[in-house]
């Protein structure tokens, strides 16, 4: 094979990829914006938007809360740690970041199952707690399974380039924080 042969199959070889790259250099910005409109990813029926399993993790929590209500002979009451202000603030943050007030969120009640939590040792992430918890009586096996589902959302929404997050995902993600949050701070340390 001779010089002119190689540079010949070398061009031949190079030209589909730096078309490739010069249309993305040239078209970045829409494409950019087009990345950043996708919600969801779906793959038959399989992937569900962040809203969508936001919404219905509100709901499990909404459910949940009610059956924590109802648990032995303790009347549900929201205790001096409960900070109304903090989620409000929380809400207006979603609009403007609506991932940073989702990782505030779950950082907050992360902090309030360290408060509640008795110092047995093991994990003191979310899930962890949240077993000990459970294992003790102290909330239901519906709170436990909402906490975990907040730590999955919340990690799936630490990551930009595997889902969307929207105001109306990051509020309703708050709203069930919210709701297992109020049942923590009613526990008795």
């Known amino acids: 094979m001779g010089w002119i042969q190689f540079l010949s199959n070398l061009v031949a070889d190079l030209a589909w990829p730096i078309v490739v790259v010069v249309v993305v250099v040239i078209f970045r910005e829409p494409i950019a914006e087009k990345i950043r409109q996708i919600t969801g990813v779906k793959k038959g029926d399989a992937g569900v ?18 059956n924590q209500e109802t648990r032995g002979d303790r009347e549900y009451k929201l205790t001096d740690r409960y900070d109304e202000d903090l989620w409000k603030v929380l809400v207006t943050t979603s609009k403007d970041d609506p991932r940073g007030a989702i990782m505030e969120a779950f950082s907050t009640l992360e902090g309030e199952l360290v ?18 918890l459970l294992k003790e009586n102290r909330i239901s096996p519906d709170i436990r399974k909402t906490i975990v589902d907040l730590a999955l959302l919340r990690n799936r929404a630490a990551v930009p380039f595997d889902c969307s997050v929207t105001e ?9 924080t919210q709701q297992v949050y109020q049942v923590l701070t009613d526990l008795e340390t």
């Open 115 to 132: 408060e509640v939590s008795p110092d047995s040792g093991g994990g003191r992430n979310a899930i962890d707690l949240s077993n000990r």
């Open 49 to 66: 938007s962040f809203d969508t399993a936001a919404a219905k993790v509100k709901d499990t929590a909404i459910a949940a809360t009610a």
């Open 168 to 176: 109306s995902g990051a509020t309703s993600y708050i709203d069930a």
